[in-house]
């Protein structure tokens, strides 16, 4: 029979050979990339601060902790290969020698030994089929071995390896396990701690790589490699490390409270060493006998003008579990007291008012809307008759402030806080009616410090930041009680703003309240601050600033338990003085002056002042004003309906040798005491010569006119 001649096509067969290798091109990218999400879930989430220090690790979905290397520490990997894989660089992803190595060791001693390659072993971590050993299995891990080796190079694939394996004790990845047993990055080990790593892979449940067994099993490694370790070496092997502190710090117990939804590595703006030691000050000043009725404390510190969070400690020690210590105290609603009068005022002044404009410090009846009776107290129970809005608010006198917010309107003072800063309160703001004026408005510190910064950032609300998005911008952070606020925005007119910050600037005028020396005073001058204290005392507050930082301090317990007369001067005021003096001699102050550009000091002959006195010994107020004011409209602004400014009808005096009653008014008018003509004049004294009741009638020349009556008694 004769045997024909077979034609082979050679094109055909190299076009099929091309169509195979484009399909298998085709199939192993489609496999390679079905790995590449079960790979990327093998790293932890990170939170790193604006340094790039370690904040918090969290545990992957396999409840591993692992940080991903970008490059393989070359000595690493010579030892690694050595031991593990050393045909890695020219095999084609398994190894035919170990193959049938393992072939015959199984059919005639019925025992296989292992024959891994690292690709295999790196498919089989990512298929999750380490503890499944099926025929099924391993043609499945084949194919994708050979996809990996197809799509990669042996570098990426090396990279993949070592941010994958298992070191025991829930630590994944060579990095991770660098840091967790030595307190070293992977480049920086030396050989006795690389072997001590590498000799732990195969058992890295049964062996800890720190153990003396595994010891005496990388001394005997490192005896085969004829690599000649010193016994210092090994000794700082030994040296004792504790895993949990490379995996979360301080700062992360705020950090989990806030649900940031950042991406898989979140670069924060917060400073830990500065949180660190912030944390520190308000641990130990609340430890002080003088704070002994706090338990809790928060601080919040903003980088300006970027807006950016720093620091936000909620707690002064959260390895505690009692009293509140795992609550973040800087996110929690509380009453602010008087924080919210510099707001009220600026509102103020936007309607026409002036820090000079004239408001009256009496007993004053208002009917809320519950039908009672209200009559508001200063703090210190005292009545000061005409005072300037300046002395008002530097003071923080709370008669003055209804009267100031009552001239702003309640309704457009709503609309402010709500439409304009986008501030969500607890309750309706309906329901606090004037009560906004005397702190009982409630608001986070996180919130209310963020509100704040329209202060020194002249006028201008921005959106905080607290951290980095993947594309390196700026990402905002919501706080509390806020709305959306993704843009900046203008929300109080600029030299408006400017006048409240001269206010709270001035640390002479509000003597009569916080005294000549208190931890309100500073050693430089550059800084706005305002204390609030909440009713009972249940609230401490501080919020001060300069253009380069703000910083926020609450105190109190977390439970609302009342503190013994702890007020802003004398509880959060302290920590605040202690954190101001620390940003103060740090790298965030670059000395940036306020703008006070548009203010104007009011000559002390000008008319508006003569006779002024600021109620302190004499004292006369220095007083300022905007370029174009109508200053004698301004000054009444407030008290235009009024006529007698002091004293107040129903005041009741105590007749005493030399006893004298000032009588002024809001204009030049004549005084008649009883029906009798006493005098002319804005301003006049009048000497009590003895007890009884008094009418007391001030007219003007067109005819306007008002009348009082007061009690002068001879016995208490």
């Known amino acids: 029979m004769r045997l024909q001649k077979i034609s082979i096509n050679w094109k055909v067969v190299a076009f099929g050979i091309l169509g195979l290798i484009l399909i298998w091109q085709i199939v ?31 545990p992957n979905e396999r409840g591993y902790y692992n940080q991903f290397l970008a490059d393989v520490p070359p000595k690493f990997a010579e030892l690694l290969l050595k031991k593990e894989d050393r045909w890695f660089y020219w095999h084609p992803g398994f190894n035919p020698y170990s193959w049938a190595r393992d072939f015959f060791a199984w059919v005639f001693i019925g025992k296989r030994s292992g024959s891994s390659t690292l690709s295999q072993q790196l498919v089989k971590i990512l298929l999750a089929n380490e503890g499944q050993r099926s025929f099924k299995n391993k043609i499945k891990e084949f194919f994708y071995t050979e996809s990996l080796e197809w799509q990669l190079s042996k570098k990426q694939i090396l990279t993949m390896y070592l941010n994958s394996i298992y070191f025991g004790n829930l630590s994944q990845g060579l990095k991770q396990a660098s840091l967790d047993y030595f307190n070293l990055p992977p480049e920086n080990l030396n050989e006795a701690q690389m072997l001590t790593l590498i000799s732990a892979l195969n058992s890295p449940s049964n062996i800890q790589p720190k153990t003396a067994q595994n010891l005496n099993r990388a001394k005997k490694l490192a005896a085969a490699f004829n690599l000649d370790i010193p016994e210092a070496s090994w000794q700082q092997v030994l040296a004792a490390n504790d895993t949990q502190n490379f995996r979360t710090s301080e700062t992360a117990f705020e950090v989990k409270t806030l649900n940031l939804n950042c991406q898989k590595n979140c670069r924060l703006t917060l400073d830990s060493q500065l949180s660190q030691n912030i944390r520190q000050i308000l641990n130990r000043n609340l430890k002080l006998s003088t704070l002994d009725t706090a338990a809790n404390g928060a601080v919040v510190i903003i980088k300006l003008p970027e807006n950016e969070i720093l620091s936000i400690i909620g707690s002064p020690d959260p390895t505690l579990q009692g009293l509140g210590m795992q609550l973040n105290m ?28 004239l408001v009256l410090d009496e007993e004053i009846k208002y009917q809320i809307a519950t039908g009672f009776d209200f009559f508001p107290k200063n703090f210190d129970g005292q009545f000061r008759g005409p005072v300037t809005l300046h002395q008002a608010l530097d003071n923080s006198l709370n008669i003055p402030s209804v009267q100031v917010l009552e001239f702003v309107g309640l ?43 329209i202060f020194p950032q002249q006028g201008w609300l921005k959106p905080l930041t607290l951290y980095k998005a993947a594309d390196g911008q700026s990402a905002f952070y919501q706080a509390l009680m806020e709305q959306n606020l993704n843009q900046p925005k203008q929300v109080g007119k600029k030299e408006m703003v400017e006048l409240v910050n001269k206010i709270l600037n001035d640390r002479e005028t509000g003597i009569d309240q916080f005294g000549l020396k208190s931890n309100l005073n500073l050693p430089f001058t550059n800084y706005a601050l305002k204390t609030g204290t909440s009713r009972d005392y249940h609230d401490s507050w501080t919020i001060g600033y300069t253009p380069d930082f703000l910083v926020g301090v609450w105190v109190g317990n977390s439970d609302n338990k009342a503190m013994r007369q702890i007020t802003g001067l004398s509880g959060a005021a302290k920590i605040w003085h202690e954190v101001m003096l620390t940003m103060y001699n740090s790298t965030y102050n670059k000395n940036t002056p306020f703008d006070f550009k548009d203010v104007q000091f009011i000559p002390s002959g000008h008319p508006s002042r003569l006779g002024e006195t600021s109620g302190r010994a004499g004292v006369e107020t220095l007083d300022f004003a905007l370029a174009g004011d109508n200053y004698s409209e301004a000054r009444n602004i407030l008290i235009k309906d009024k006529l007698i400014l002091t004293p107040h009808d129903g005041d009741k005096f105590l007749l005493q040798p030399g006893t004298t009653l000032p009588l002024s008014a809001s204009a030049d008018v004549t005084w008649s005491i009883n029906g009798k003509f006493f005098g002319k004049g804005q301003k006049l004294t009048w000497p009590a010569k003895q007890a009884g009741n008094y009418t007391i009638t001030a007219e003007t020349a067109d005819g306007k006119k008002e009348q009082i009556i007061i009690l002068i008694n001879e016995d208490e």
């Open 330 to 357: 800087a996110t929690k609603p509380r009453a602010i007291g008087s924080t919210a009068k510099p707001f009220i005022y600026l509102k103020a002044f936007e309607a026409g008012a002036r820090p000079y404009s």
């Open 28 to 58: 192993s990218g489609i496999i390679t990339k079905s790995l590449q999400p079960s790979y990327e879930k093998q790293g932890s989430q990170i939170f790193t601060d604006r340094n790039g220090k370690l904040i918090s690790l969290l």
């Open 411 to 453: 309704n457009n003072f709503y609309k402010f806080l709500r439409e304009t800063l986008g501030f969500v309160s607890i309750q309706p703001l309906e329901n606090y009616e004037l009560g906004i004026a005397l702190g009982g408005m409630e608001s986070d510190l996180l919130t209310l410090s963020h509100l704040f910064t």
